[in-house]
Structure formats: structure tokens, C-alpha cells
């Protein structure tokens, strides 16, 4: 699986658009991108995945560049419920057991 | 939110006691998982199942063992808890089905061990 780089920490206020960068200059043409988050001390949770086009949902939209060396995901309208820890990660949708999550990006909301 | 829970949710045992989490799921899911996590680690991954019965390790197995009967548990045992099995552990599902599905992994709400 292609390792992910992502920084350990950013800030963003409320209300504006938080822009989480990642860079996976590794992937491979059968993996997606995944991103989840994790609030405080609850599990993980998944927001959204992508392989090459962007892609939105409720929570956020994807974008990924035209060569997948990297993506960002973005919170439109970023809320104090928002501040957590970003993990962007890189798997086949299919074949492997296996989540690389690493460190994450940690968000921090400001009112 | 999926149909996953956990138990105990917190425990505290002693170093050289044998102590089992379990993790029960009502999805249906082939995928199993036991994480755990730590200050400047993230998660890591210790063990996992494909099916009832059939497991494999993760990249942090020594000291766990771990047991899958049926479809919705799955179970974790430290054989003889160490302090450093002191963590957060997550259970987590996934449904490698295709279809709509794109194995993305739910997790449990985690269970807080302390090892004394």
C-alpha cells in the first residue's frame, strides 16, 4: 500500500473552508483514496474515498490532482465539531486486510 | 452508525492476568479488526479475520491471540497482559462484497485496557 504524507497539525476558522492536504506520490492505479476522522477518543470514522475523480458527499468533498499523486479534502463550512484528527490513507478497493492510518493531520476549529 | 459494539469498555487488570475484549457486530460483515492505539502511534493494526475461523496477523500480534466462531464476534485475548498492552483498543468492520461497497472500515467505540 502507498504511504501517505500529511501535516501533523492545522488550524482553520469556524465557518471558513478547511483544506486538508495529502500527498501519496506512490499510489498505484488500483487504489483509492480514503479519508476518516477521529473526534477525541471515539473510533475512527469514514467520510469519503475517491480514485481519480473528485468526488462530494454530505460531509466533504474530495479532490484529487490528475496525476493521484495527492488530494485534499475539504470541510465547506468547518464547525467546532469538526476539530479532530484527519487520516488520509491509500488502498485497493478490494484483495488487502490492510489500513495504513499513520499520524493524521489534527484539526483545530476556532471560534 | 454501524451496528458494532464492544465490551468491557474500560477495564483494569494486572500483569500476568489473561483478559478477552470482545467485539459484536449486527452488519453482517466478512472483514474483522482489532487495532490499537497509542500516544504517537496512531492506530495499528494487531489482528484481523476474513471469515469465521479464519484469521491472520497484524503488524503488532506478539502477545494476542484471537478467535472468530461466528460471523458477529470477534474476540481478542491477551494471554498474559504486560503493562504495555495498556492502550485503546478499536474493533472495526468492513464488507469487501463490491457492489457499493468499497471496503471502507467502521469501527467500534474502543476499549480502554490498563495494565497495572
Known amino acids: ?111 | 452508525d454501524a451496528g458494532i459494539t464492544q465490551s468491557p469498555r474500560h477495564k483494569v487488570t494486572e500483569t500476568g492476568t489473561p483478559v478477552t475484549l470482545r467485539c459484536h457486530q449486527t452488519e453482517n460483515h466478512r472483514y474483522m479488526y482489532w487495532y490499537r492505539q497509542d500516544p504517537g502511534h496512531g492506530l495499528r493494526l494487531i489482528h484481523y479475520s476474513y471469515g469465521v475461523k479464519d484469521t491472520d496477523k497484524g503488524e503488532v500480534s506478539d502477545g494476542y491471540s484471537v478467535s472468530r466462531s461466528k460471523t458477529e464476534d470477534f474476540l481478542l485475548t491477551l494471554e498474559s497482559a504486560t503493562s504495555s498492552q495498556t492502550s485503546v483498543y478499536f474493533c472495526a468492520i468492513s464488507d469487501d462484497s463490491g457492489g457499493n461497497s468499497y471496503n471502507e472500515q467502521f469501527f467500534g467505540p474502543g476499549t480502554r485496557l490498563t495494565v497495572l
Open chain 1, 1 to 111: 500500500d502507498a504511504k501517505t504524507t500529511q501535516p501533523t497539525s492545522m488550524d482553520c476558522a469556524e465557518g471558513r473552508a478547511a483544506n486538508l492536504p495529502c500527498n501519496h506520490s506512490t499510489i498505484s492505479g488500483n487504489e483509492y483514496v480514503y479519508w476518516y476522522r477521529q473526534i477525541h477518543s471515539q473510533g475512527p470514522q469514514y467520510i469519503i474515498h475517491g480514485l481519480k475523480n473528485n468526488e462530494t458527499n454530505e460531509m466533504a468533498s474530495l479532490i484529487i490532482t490528475e496525476d493521484r499523486k495527492s488530494s485534499t479534502l475539504i470541510l465547506p463550512h468547518a464547525t467546532l465539531r469538526d476539530t479532530a484528527v484527519y487520516y488520509c490513507i491509500v488502498r485497493a478497493r478490494r484483495g488487502t486486510y490492510k489500513y495504513i492510518f499513520g499520524t493524521g493531520t489534527r484539526l483545530k476549529v476556532l471560534a
